[in-house]
Nanobody, 115 residues
Framework: QVQLVESGGGLVQPGGSLRLSCAAS????????MGWYRQAPGKGRLMVAT???????NYADSLKGRFTVSGDVAKNTVYLQMTSLKPEDTAVYYC?????????WGPGTRVTVSS
């Protein structure tokens, strides 16, 4: 079983930055990947970024250049550095982890970009 907890969300002005963190805990062998999805109000959940145990990364095309994912899967942590934030980045951001082919989710952290 894996428990995930996100932190770092909040209110930020357009053009600002935020760093989200996610830590996994519980009893498990090894996580193969961690990353982030987001869900804007009234919309579906969309992939933001992935960080694998091999150190490779993947991003939603629309977010490349503004968002950076990093972490240490061996230490069960993943981060999302968000810059040049726009009002359309407003969403609940969910951390996930992949363990033995199954995805586990955190409860989410809300990011609001508004002046």
């Amino acid at each position: 079983q894996v428990q995930l907890v996100e932190s770092g969300g909040g209110l930020v002005q357009p053009g600002g930055s935020l760093r989200l963190s996610c830590a996994a805990s519980g009893t498990f062998s090894s996580i193969s990947a961690m990353g982030w999805y987001r869900q804007a109000p009234g919309k579906g959940r969309l992939m933001v970024a992935t960080f694998t145990a091999f150190g490779t990364t993947n991003y939603a095309d629309s977010l490349k250049g503004r968002f950076t994912v990093s972490g240490d899967v061996a230490k069960n942590t993943v981060y999302l550095q968000m810059t040049s934030l726009k009002p359309e980045d407003t969403a609940v951001y969910y951390c996930y982890a992949v363990l033995l082919g199954r995805m586990y989710w955190g409860p989410g952290t809300r990011v609001t970009v508004s002046s």
